[in-house]
Structures are given as C-alpha cells and as structure tokens.
C-alpha cells in the first residue's frame, strides 16, 4: 500500500472515504485543516453537530450522502481541544483509528494540514494502520482488508518538501510492515535459516552487503552463545551481517537484534499458556533487519552494520542443560543456570563481534525479559546504557520517532547477582530487576569506551490485546522508527 499527494478539490476526489479533522467548538465542531469553502465546512459541520459530534480527542464519526461530495462517506476524526502545539503522537493515533474503521473502504481520502510537522503525523498514521497479515488465510475476511490506497489532499502547490515527507513514510512504512510480517510469522514458516534469508531478500536491489555465518563459521570464529542456544533445533542458528556504507557516511550504526526464532525456553521450558507469542522473539532481529532496508533506501550519510544472531531454542536430547558452560566469542564463559535466559547468549557474542569495528554508537535490541513487561508495561520499551549521553539521545530519537522509550540504570551491583561458581558469569540474576541484570550482563560484552544503548522491546513489539492507534494486532514494528530517527541524527553529524 502506498500514500499519494493530490491537489484534486475534496468535494470532487473519487474515493470511498472522505476524512476530515474536527474540534470541538461551542457546542459543535470544526474542520481543522483548509481546503474547504466556507459552505461544505458548513455543511459537513452541521451535520456532525446533528450527530452530536464533540470533535474530542480519538471520536469517530461517520456521515452518508453529503450533499455536494462525491465522497459518499465522509469521516470526522476528533483531535481534542486546539492547543497552541499539537501533540503529534495523538494526530498520529487519530488519523490510525480512522483508517482501521474503514476497513473494507478500498480508497480513502485524507483532507491533510499542509504543514510538515503535521503532515507527517497525518500520513504516519494513517499509512502505519493500513496494516493486515493474511498470508496465511486461505481466503480474505469481508470488511478487514485495509485501504489499498490513501490520499493525502493538499491546498496548494504541492512542494518538494511535502513530496519528500510523504516518500520517506512509505519507505519507512514498509520497513515497519517488513518488520510486522516477519514477527507475525509462524515458526515453522521462519526458522533461523529462513529470517537470515529474509534478510538478503529484504536489501535486494540495495547498495548493502550481506554474510551469513553457518555453523561451521560459528565454530570456527567461537560463537559459544548462538551454537549454544542453537543445538537442540533440528533448524541450525546463524548469524548474519548486513553493511549499508554509503561514500561520505558521518558515523558508523552497529544495531544488534536478538533472533530467536521461537523461544520454547529450551530444557528450562516455558508453560504452554501463550507460548506461541514467542514465535515473536526475533522481533529485534526483523527492526534490525528493516531499519538497515529503511535507512538504505532513505540513501542517509551513516555507516550502518546490522547484526541478526538467530537460533530456535528448543528442548531436545542435543540441547544445553542448565549447567553447561559455553565460551562465548569474546573469550568469556558462562555458566547456563537457566536455558530460557537465552536472548542474552546470542547477543553476547554478536555484541562483542560488532564492537571490534568500533563503532561510533551500538544499538541491540531485544524481545530479552518478562521482567520489562512488569517495569513498564506492555507498550514502553526499555532503555539502557553504558554512556548517559548516548542514552539520552536514543530516547529523544524515539520521542521524534513517535516511539515510546525510558530511561532505566545499569545498577553495578547487580553484576554480583550473576556470579557464578564454575563459570566467569551465570546468565541469570537473582530474580530482581530482570530487564536491568539482562541489561548488565549484555554489558559484559562491550569493551571499555565503546558507547552502547540496549533497548528491551519484550512487551512493545507484540500486542496480544486489540488495535489500538495505528498498532495492529501481533507484530507491532516496534523500534524500525526509532534507528532511522538515530541514523538521521548521526547523518546530521
Ligand atoms: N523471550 C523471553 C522474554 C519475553 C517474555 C519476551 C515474554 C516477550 C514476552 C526471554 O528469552 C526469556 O525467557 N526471559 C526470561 C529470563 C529469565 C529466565 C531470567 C524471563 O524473562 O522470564
Ligand atoms: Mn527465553
Ligand atoms: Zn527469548
């Protein structure tokens, strides 16, 4: 699905749908945004008014047969009181909700602000919520088919700017998309050899490099946390490299994304009660994956190396048992007290195998603990870092980004919480502060003076409850958002 730009007027564009913004005004609304004659404003704001429209913040309303709109539906999506500065996330949300209540409407139509900041968020919106996995539906469902197209109507000129504007969220948007469809898949359908090769397909046609290790690469440079994870699936792991380096790049972006392909938790198995969400443990691994697609096809001026360390952790008679101890590749031992705690043992080997590029700013992320969830709750991700800066400017990234990030420490004492008596470290704390003791010993792995932000997406990037917004149900795209608006920065210099 793509989103366009038009000057058609909005009274006489073809569409199925016709959206316009409202607030509330005296006891009725009014149309936020131009385009408008003073009449049909008029027209379609007495009938809302009729309804009992209020214009507040996340209201749908839908009006039939306005005379003289071709539009035989026109929307009203509710922004809320005017403020002096709109809250892009909630235009974002709004124009989201619209476009998922007309499903089944095969083109919509969007009377859009002209101006950049609120465009954006119009376009954002509406593109992230035309969003359905069916791949694996042997027909479609009537009325859940999102628009095929949206149109975004414009007063005046259109201009190089809002054109530029609107072609970087449609690559952005099928970054997310990319990132959606391969969280939604089934396990059967992704195991690790399938995501390294999603990976290639994703930058075919792209000025980006590809390597996959095999298990005996992984062997031979010493990759004891993939092949570790990886031993008791009949699917091998892999680890797969991608390098975006484009002439005249300011910075070098290492992003680092957890690939467990399913996470049955191994020996230390998990109950069975929702344990097919964790077909979506290598949400990380597909952001990376995408961001790399994005930040490529936006052609920006950063050096970007993902890295995607990928196994299926399964119980078997060849898997690791609680107790086992693997050399990770930095020359580290660990001692396995719980083989669920398995996310962490292939970044680590990732993580100290992207630091030896130096990087300017590593980024992993993670679907790493059920201790985030509890934090944070299901929809803000987790941000930790060795460096308060870095930190500092991935959280405003993912602000700008419309991505909702915090702050959390890497407290040095809980780094005594992972000792272990055989081993250099155990891969499990004390049960205390799970999302910041993943966070430590991840820590482990990173050389002195090597800048470097974990971001755990654990409940973020899968919603198991209803759409919301513009997030969809299942694989949600989190962070793609928030590395290109990271790439953007450091492109920036
Ligand atoms: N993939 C899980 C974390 C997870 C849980 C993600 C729920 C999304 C939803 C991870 O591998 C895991 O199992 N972590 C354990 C760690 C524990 C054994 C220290 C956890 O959080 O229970
Ligand atoms: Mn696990
Ligand atoms: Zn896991």
Redesign the pocket.
């Known amino acids: 699905m793509t989103i366009t730009l038009s000057q058609t007027p909005p009274a006489t564009i073809a569409c199925n749908a016709l959206l316009v913004a409202v607030m509330p005004k005296g006891r009725g609304v009014e149309i936020a945004g131009h385009g408008l004659s003073p009449a049909q404003a008029k027209k379609v704001t007495d009938a809302l008014s009729a309804l009992g429209a209020t214009g507040k913040s996340g209201e749908i309303t839908k009006l039939g047969g306005v005379a003289g709109f071709r539009a035989p539906v026109i929307v009203a999506v509710g922004l809320g009181e005017h403020k002096a500065e709109f809250d892009l996330e909630a235009i974002r949300r709004a124009n989201g909700n619209a476009i998922r209540a007309l499903s089944g409407s095969k083109k919509v139509a969007i009377l859009a602000a002209p101006e950049p900041a609120l465009l954006e968020a119009i376009a954002t919106g509406a593109r992230l919520a035309a969003y359905a996995f069916t791949k694996f539906k042997s027909k479609a469902a009537p009325n859940s088919t999102p628009p095929a197209t949206i149109i975004l109507i414009v007063p005046g000129p259109i201009s190089a700017a809002q054109k530029r504007i609107v072609e970087e969220i449609n690559i952005v948007a099928d970054a997310v998309d990319l990132t959606r469809d391969l969280v939604n898949t089934p396990p059967n359908a992704l195991p690790p050899i399938a995501l390294a090769a999603a990976a290639k397909k994703a930058v075919a046609g792209l000025p980006v490099t590809v390597t996959t290790w095999d298990v005996r690469a992984l062997k031979r440079d010493g990759c004891g946390g993939i092949l570790g994870v990886g031993q008791g699936s009949a699917n091998p792991p892999r680890l797969v490299k991608m390098v975006y380096a484009p002439r005249g790049a300011k910075a070098h972006l290492a992003i680092v994304g957890k690939g ?1 392909t399913f ?1 049955t ?1 191994g020996i ?1 198995i ?1 109950p069975a009660s929702k344990m097919d ?2 077909k ?2 290598m949400a990380g691994a597909a952001s990376v994956i995408s961001a790399v697609q994005a930040i490529a096809a936006l052609g920006l001026k950063v050096k970007v190396t993902g890295w995607v360390p990928t196994a299926e952790n399964m119980p078997s008679g060849t898997a690791q048992r609680p107790g086992d101890v693997i050399t990770m590749y930095n020359g580290m031992t660990v001692e396995v007290l ?1 083989t ?4 962490r043992l292939v970044l680590g080997d990732a993580l100290a195998m992207a630091a030896k590029d130096k990087p300017t700013l590593i980024i992993d992320v993670a ?5 985030q ?1 509890i934090a944070l709750g299901t929809r803000t991700a987790g941000v930790m870092s060795n460096d308060d800066d870095a930190r500092a400017q991935v959280c405003a990234a993912a602000e700008a980004g419309g991505e909702a990030m915090w702050p959390m420490p890497l407290p040095e004492d809980l780094l005594a919480t992972l000792d272990s008596a055989t081993a250099d470290i155990a891969n ?1 704390g004390d049960g205390f502060g ?1 999302m910041l003791s ?1 966070g430590v010993f991840l820590n482990q792995f990173i050389p002195d003076g090597q800048p470097w932000v974990h971001l755990d997406i ?2 973020p ?2 919603n198991d409850k209803t759409p919301y917004g513009y997030t969809p149900k299942g694989g949600t795209g989190a962070a793609v958002r928030t590395f290109v608006q990271v790439a953007k920065r450091l492109a920036a210099g």
């Open positions: 467990i996470d938790g230390s998990k969400e964790m979506g443990d719980n669920d705690a398995e996310g679907t790493l603990t059920g201790a969830r499990i799970g993943a654990a409940g990037a899968f």
